[in-house]
């Protein structure tokens, strides 16, 4: 079967729910993904960053082998020999007492809310009912019903609902506003420390800090949706980090399994978790022997590699690099680490006809609301492999307008 051939058998059977760039791929390694007619494509957009640790990384690749053949799932009535070594090497990682399993970003979200309300009933003393949560303007944080019902992007909600009440929107990067909101029902503020889907929105310097004092003030937690921006994304190991802030709460998923397996999780200390008691919570795959194992990998690769590191110095050499090009259709260039938005002109029509002209040169970028080309490959990328995708995109973005398909 061709290319063609793959593509209208999903249009013919699969829900239109995504409108993904026409390759069909077969097979990838490290940044590099071939398609069925073996064309090689140099991936930047990683997956949302699920792949920070490049594709098919050949120590994580080689624990799903060995889990796979000795236990892949004990559900959570019994014990497994891989939870608690996962539990250990993740909360040592990130400074925190507890880890909550989970397996999607968005159910991760979504133990992270509950968490925070009971927090706020039991702790705090808000009454029955009356919890608030704080979100964000242009927040991404997946697509249950409750989590699209406190967006506020028309295309993730429009007519799904009736939503769950009790979250309050706020303008991303407004401390004012956030303030004017905060009030004694509020237990917690839920914040991406960079929007990735509304484009690589970087708020302004000393926010997150700001609102970690806020938090403090009004006795409130201050949780860090860290799905696509943790984990080397942005150069430190969690994107709140560049601020010294500690969250009381980090959401993590996406590479926490180095895109093999979907694991994610909520980290945090005992005067927050420790409200889950048995029963309150919880999910069949949460927390599997073949998904801890594969985390407790990823983890080590993403440190004994370099990968922050390298994420934080080809990150500021690429930024640098597209900040100085010359292009009649660029009207921003921003990001930390490896995850760089270019802002088209709305003139430009967008930037899917750019993405689709760097697929033909052999670089696979997806466009985020519109005008910007997200720019996020895996954080192993030699500078070799880096320059030449920058001079792909180069050559796209000062030539005339590519045309619309
Ligand atoms: C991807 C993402 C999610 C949702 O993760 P899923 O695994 O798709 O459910 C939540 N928050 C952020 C910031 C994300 O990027």
């Not at 792949?51 to 053949?69: D, F, R």
């Not at 939870?83 to 990130?94: A, D, H, K, M």
């Not at 970690?212 to 696509?228: F, G, H, S, T, V």
């Not at 002109?345 to 967008?350: F, I, K, R, V």
Request: aromatic share 8%; net charge negative.
């Amino acid at each position: 079967m061709s290319s063609l051939d793959f593509i209208s058998q999903e249009s013919a059977f699969g829900a239109h729910n995504y409108h993904p760039l026409e390759v069909v791929i077969e097979r990838a390694s490290g940044v590099w993904v071939w398609d069925v007619e073996g064309k090689k494509y140099l991936d930047c957009l990683a997956a949302y960053s699920a792949v920070n640790q490049g594709h098919c990384h050949p120590k994580i690749i080689e624990t799903l082998k060995q889990q796979a053949e000795k236990c892949t799932l004990t559900s959570r009535a019994f014990f497994n020999d891989q939870l608690g070594p996962f539990y250990q090497q993740l909360s040592e990682l990130l400074g925190y007492e507890k880890v909550l399993p989970m397996n999607t970003g968005a159910e991760a979200v979504e133990t992270a809310i509950k968490a925070a309300r009971r927090w706020g009933y039991r702790n705090k003393g808000i009454a029955a009912g009356q919890a608030e949560i704080l979100v964000f303007g242009g927040n991404f944080h997946g697509r249950t019903t409750t989590v699209v019902g406190f967006s506020s992007d028309d295309a993730y909600q429009a007519d799904f609902g009736p939503f769950t009440p009790g979250f309050k929107i706020v303008p991303y990067g407004d401390l004012a506003a956030v303030e004017a909101a905060m009030n004694g029902n509020v237990c917690a503020m839920l914040i991406e420390p960079i929007q990735g889907e509304a484009g690589i929105i970087i708020p302004p310097a000393g926010y997150l800090q700001a609102l970690r004092a806020l938090a403090d003030k009004n006795n409130c937690l201050l949780i860090c949706d860290e799905i696509q921006a943790g984990l080397g994304r942005t150069g430190k190991m969690l994107c709140c980090q560049h601020e010294n802030v500690r969250p009381d709460l980090v959401i993590l998923g996406k590479a926490l399994s180095g895109g093999v397996y979907p694991v994610s999780a909520v980290v945090g200390d005992d005067k927050v978790l420790s409200v889950f008691e048995p029963g309150s919570h919880g999910s069949t795959y949460g927390g599997n022997p073949l998904g801890a194992a594969c985390a407790r990998t990823a983890l080590s690769v993403l440190v004994d590699e370099g990968m922050v590191e390298n994420s934080r110095d080809l990150g500021a050499y690429a930024l640098e690099r597209l900040c100085k090009l010359d292009s009649p259709h660029v009207k921003d260039v921003r990001g930390l680490g490896l995850w760089i938005g270019i802002e088209l002109h709305a003139e430009t029509g967008g930037a899917r006809p750019f993405c689709e002209a760097l697929r033909g040169m052999g670089v696979l970028c997806k466009e985020t609301h519109d005008y910007v080309i997200r720019f996020a490959p895996p954080l192993m990328i030699s500078k070799a492999d880096l320059d030449w995708a920058l001079e792909q995109l180069e050559a796209v973005l000062t030539a005339p307008l590519p045309v619309a398909k």
